[in-house]
Each structure stands twice: as C-alpha cells, then as structure tokens.
Nanobody, 122 residues
Framework: ERQLVESGGGLVQAGETLRLSCAADRFTFLNYGIGWFRQVPGKEREALSCLTPSGGLTYFKDFDKDRFTVSSDNAKNTIYLQMNNLKPEDTAVYSC???????????????WGQGTQVTVSL
C-alpha cells in the first residue's frame, strides 16, 4: 500500500514562510505522481500541483506560482511545497496523494496522507 506522510504545517503570521513535506515510501516515490492539495472545512478540496517521478510538474488553477514552489529530494523520497508570503486565505489542511496513473499525473488521486494544518493569522 502506498503511504504518504505530510509534515511542516503550523501557525504562522501573514507574510511568513512554511515548507511542507510529503514523505513517500521508495516504491511510490519512484513510480507515481504525487499531488499537493488543500481543503478548508466545509469547502471543496483544491488541487495545487502534481509532480511525476520523472520531474514533470503540473500546476492546477489554485497554485499561486508567485508564492508557492514545489521541489523534491530523491534521497529522502520527499516532495516539498514551499509557501512564501503566506496569507490568511491560505489557511487549510494540506494533503498529498498519489496519482492513479503510474508515472503520470493523470486520473484520480488516492492513498491520501493524514494532512497537515496550516493556519495563517493576521
């Protein structure tokens, strides 16, 4: 079973930076695209990005390219989401998940991590 573990969330003030981590098992990291998502209670989940094992990066419409950056560390089987200049509207639970299509970022997503809470105060 593919496993993902998110970390790095917390309570920060507006304007600060957070780097979220999504740690995968080696097989998953090498074979499946991994996406970042966020969700505010009572609202629909927003897709942010997806990174394929070969390094192909897909940005979804809610990804703020001016403030967010996705990167990976192959040695640690980890994908990062760095968020700069955080705003209160970025407050959400951030999760990662694997794409269903092996090696790509198409199809649905599954094997969700438990999520990490990001809270941005004024």
């Amino acid at each position: 079973e593919r496993q993902l573990v998110e970390s790095g969330g917390g309570l920060v003030q507006a304007g600060e930076t957070l780097r979220l981590s999504c740690a995968a098992d080696r097989f998953t990291f090498l074979n499946y695209g991994i996406g970042w998502f966020r969700q505010v209670p009572g609202k629909e989940r927003e897709a942010l990005s997806c990174l394929t094992p070969s390094g192909g990066l897909t940005y979804f419409k809610d990804f703020d390219k001016d403030r967010f950056t996705v990167s990976s560390d192959n040695a640690k089987n980890t994908i990062y989401l760095q968020m700069n200049n955080l705003k209160p509207e970025d407050t959400a639970v951030y999760s990662c998940a694997t794409a269903s299509d092996r090696g790509a970022c198409g199809g649905s997503f599954s094997s969700w991590g438990q999520g990490t809470q990001v809270t941005v105060s004024l």
